[in-house]
């Protein structure tokens, strides 16, 4: 079965940047859905980013011009590069896949998640 586990989480001033990275684990294709996911505590799941099978990028209002996803299938590897963090970016960022080519900003559509990251902008 599919495995991710998330790497690159960490503490940074406001301004600053962090790339966020999610290994994948088991049986690989790069015929389905990955995106990146993030929630604080009393608050839902919310969809940030995601890459469908073709390599078309969606993103949260909250972070378009800031956040950029992609993915190397070589390396089985999904990227989450965020620059001009805010406060409120603050949150454990999770990597999800999805077995469709297409993606949703739903959590409950995705398949198998990671083990989450924390990222704190202070």
């Known amino acids: 079965h599919v495995q991710l586990v998330e790497s690159g989480g960490g503490s940074v001033q406001a301004g600053g940047s962090l790339r966020l990275s999610c290994a994948r684990a088991?049986?690989?294709?790069?015929?389905?859905?990955t995106g990146w996911f993030r929630q604080t505590p009393g608050k839902e799941r919310e969809g940030v980013a995601s890459?469908?099978?073709?390599?078309?990028?969606t993103y949260a209002d909250s972070v378009k011009g800031r956040f950029t996803i992609s993915k190397d299938n070589a390396k089985n590897t999904l990227y989450l590069q965020m620059s001009s963090l805010k406060p409120e970016d603050t949150a454990m960022y999770y990597c999800a896949a999805r077995f469709y080519q297409s993606c949703t900003a739903k959590p409950d559509d995705y398949d198998v998640w990671g083990q989450g990251t924390q990222v704190t902008v202070s």
């Open positions: 088991g049986p690989t294709s790069s015929d389905y859905c």
């Open positions: 890459i469908d099978s073709v390599g078309i990028t």
